[in-house]
């Protein structure tokens, strides 16, 4: 079953126009929300932001979010979904293909769910990652369907034998291709700031909760790409990796080359944060 528009339906019978904005442009925005034990991890979270996306390139949401947190939880109980994702998208709807906005058309919501283990192995062992060049639009903030500059980057990973792209700007590092990047050294940690360059990644603002709780320090600040060569520890945030280490960069190890002692203390927390959801 999946949810297309306001009601749940087989997906064999869900219609796909070919003159749907978000197909023909990407016009639209999604959202991925983590499901733990059948049940939906900081849901309103990742709501709040499918609202402020939307709202952020003036499509308005054809209902209210509480019937859409009501649809997702049916999403969950129909599908018997345990551990997985929720992929949730909006497009502005079906008009004849003209780049301005149509004077007349209907939003639509599709939602279906994707089941999905923990990745274990990547949070125990760790991944290895690049660096490449930031070539996507400047409003990264809003989780819009233009997704083919961190396709490009993901891709340029997975053909070096890496698992993630860590991306940077004129020379400033800001985030993975589709994670939320932290470097450690010397006991405090570093991330980009929440402005317009990064996604405001949910797992990430549960990280930074969590680093306060546990004592530690984090500066949000824009930092060098280098500084990743001298980094002591470096993860990455997501809502489908949670936080997973970075145990090489370009080759090069990180620290130890294997997962360091901060990272861990975070992965532990972040187990306790999940058992209580």
């Not at 390139?57 to 209210?64: A, M, Q, S």
């Not at 993975?176 to 940690?189: C, E, P, R, Y």
């Not at 317009?196 to 984090?218: K, S």
Request: negative net charge.
């Amino acid at each position: 079953m999946i949810l297309f528009d306001n009601q749940l339906i087989e997906r064999k019978n869900a219609p796909v126009d070919i003159e749907d904005r978000g197909y023909q442009f990407g016009d639209g925005v999604y959202e991925v929300i983590r499901v733990y034990g059948s049940k939906p991890f900081y849901m309103q979270a990742h709501l709040d932001r499918f609202a402020r996306s939307a709202h952020e390139i003036r499509l308005e949401l054809p209902y209210g979010l509480d019937i859409l947190e009501d649809h997702l939880k049916a999403l969950i109980e129909q599908n018997n979904l345990v551990d997985g994702n929720i992929y949730l998208q909006l497009s502005r709807g079906v008009a004849p293909r003209s780049h301005p906005f149509p004077a007349q058309a209907t939003p639509i919501i599709v939602a279906y769910v994707i089941p999905a283990p923990r990745p274990l192995q990547a949070l125990k062992q760790g991944v290895h990652a690049i660096t490449t060049e930031d070539i996507r639009w400047l409003r990264c903030d809003i989780k819009s369907l233009n997704l083919l500059g961190a396709v490009l980057a993901k891709q340029e990973a997975v053909d070096r034998n890496a698992q993630e792209a860590i991306l940077h700007r004129d020379g400033i590092l800001t985030e993975g291709s589709a994670t939320n990047v932290f470097i450690v050294k010397d006991g405090t940690l570093y991330t980009h700031p929440a402005n317009n360059l990064i996604l405001h990644g949910i797992t990430r603002a549960v990280t930074l909760t969590l680093i306060a709780q546990e004592g530690l320090q984090c500066i949000e600040r824009p930092v060098a790409i280098d500084v990743i060569r001298d980094a002591d520890e470096i993860f990455l945030t997501g809502t489908t990796v949670e936080v997973t280490p970075v145990t090489h960069v370009n080759g090069h190890e990180i620290g130890t080359g294997k997962p360091g002692p901060i990272t861990k203390q975070l992965q532990q927390a972040f187990e306790q944060l999940i058992a209580q959801s």
